[in-house]
């Protein structure tokens, strides 16, 4: 396996990653950022590409997966909203609504500020990357029920941090 391989990879398969990255950061330049970052593992471990133990397109996803936990372990929640990604919202995007979405991610943004690091990374991982209970008991080395327990008191945790804040859908 070498470059070629490599580059038949990418002429392959960079699309369809793109199109996953895309919908799990909302970011188109975020998720060429993790595309090129893909295939520069792709280039430095294809040695280790074992064709017995998957194909190529899963070799690819699991790298895309490890590519977008890193991706939200570095994302700083309680960044500027300036900073976070601009969400389209449903409807016309009037004053109000652009108001409440911002007033909602600084929320959850305060809310995850006060959880532990694993409490937020598995909160992190089962809402924004969209893992299992198992996928991130096997990520983090512990129990799937373990991993749900953590994740329902840091949403409690999260509730109490909130307070009366209100969700408006309006």
Avoid at 26 to 41: G, K, N
Avoid at 77 to 82: A, G, H, L, R
Wanted: with cysteine.
């Amino acid at each position: 396996m070498d470059a070629e391989w490599v580059e038949n990879l990418m002429k392959k398969y960079s699309s369809r990653l793109l199109h996953y990255l895309n919908g799990h950061t909302h970011s188109r330049e975020d998720a060429e950022d993790l595309l090129q970052d893909i295939f520069v593992s792709v280039y430095e471990h294809c040695s280790e590409f074992d064709p017995s133990r998957c194909n190529e397109e899963a070799w690819l996803y699991i790298i895309a997966k490890r590519k977008l936990v890193s991706y939200y372990r570095g994302f700083k929640m309680n960044d500027s909203i300036d900073e976070m990604e601009d969400f389209q919202l449903p409807g016309d995007n009037s004053m109000a609504q652009a108001t409440n979405l911002m007033a909602c991610r600084q929320a959850v943004a305060k809310a995850l500020s006060g959880l532990d690091e694993r409490s937020k990374d598995i909160v992190v991982l089962k809402y924004f990357s969209g893992l299992s209970y198992k996928e991130i008991g096997e990520k983090l080395g512990i129990s799937e029920g373990n991993a749900r327990v953590i994740c329902s008191r840091a949403l409690e945790k999260m509730q109490n941090i909130l307070g009366d804040f209100e969700f408006s859908e309006d």
